[in-house]
């Protein structure tokens, strides 16, 4: 079985522009949720979908921002970037009900120059 | 979700069982603990969870206290592989409230020879 796949491995991005990372849940899963982790940091929690809806985001500012579609692959998009968004972002997926083990993605490092 | 406190390191000898604790004295009736593993540039793995008993898989026993303010971690016999971040979070189930994971800075566990 594949696991949580993430696109791309690397981006560079220079401050100002906007990224777009996508993820690939696990075949059957219906939520979605992406951390973000800067370095030496732990996880912070972005957002979470379930079955193409958002139910919850972190504390995060609105140029943050995603969605889920109905294959319930997920993007995040990060419009005017900035060198503190440099980081690892993480995408899990867990199973449809309340089952919560969140299997994750190898993350997509992202810097900003 | 209730924050959680654990030791910034922790070593311990390779065959040797290791024993990672967890302070979460703030934990409401309905939230659960769980415990995710991050060895360096990957994306976590989940270990194990609970509710007030104790629970043993193929990874690991995950060891609740009585009064639920506390767990304990415990990876019987470690090797070199589990050298890792550990992360202990607690938080309701999906469905149960409001999910915002907190993930916090883990506890570094060094396995060594």
């Known amino acids: 079985e594949a696991g949580v796949t993430q696109s791309p491995t690397h981006l560079i991005k220079t401050r100002g522009q906007q990224a777009t990372l996508r993820c690939s849940p696990i075949?059957?899963?219906?939520?979605v949720y992406w951390y973000q982790q800067a370095l030496g940091l732990g996880l912070q929690f972005l957002l979470w979908y379930d079955e193409g809806e958002e139910r919850n985001r972190g504390n995060f500012p609105p140029r943050f921002s995603g969605r889920q579609f109905p294959n319930y692959s997920s993007e995040l998009n990060v419009n005017a970037l900035e060198l503190e968004d440099s980081a690892l972002y993480l995408c899990a997926s867990s199973s449809p009900g309340l089952a919560d083990e969140q299997f994750f993605g190898p993350g997509t490092r992202l810097t900003v120059l | 979700d209730a924050k959680t406190t654990q030791p910034p390191s922790m070593d311990c000898a390779e065959g040797r069982a290791a024993n990672l604790p967890c302070n979460h004295s703030?934990?409401?009736?309905?939230?659960?603990v769980y415990w995710y593993r991050q060895i360096h540039s990957q994306g976590p793995q989940y270990i194990i969870h609970g509710l007030k008993n104790n629970e043993t898989n193929e990874m690991a026993s995950l060891i609740i206290t009585e009064d639920r303010k506390s767990s304990t971690l415990i990876l019987p016999h470690a090797t070199l592989r589990d050298t890792a971040v550990y992360y202990c979070i607690v938080r309701v189930k999906k469905g149960g409230g409001s999910y915002i994971p907190t993930f916090g800075r883990g506890t570094s566990l060094i396995v060594h020879p």
């Open positions: 703030t934990i409401s009736g309905n939230e659960y």
């Open positions: 075949s059957g899963h219906t939520s």
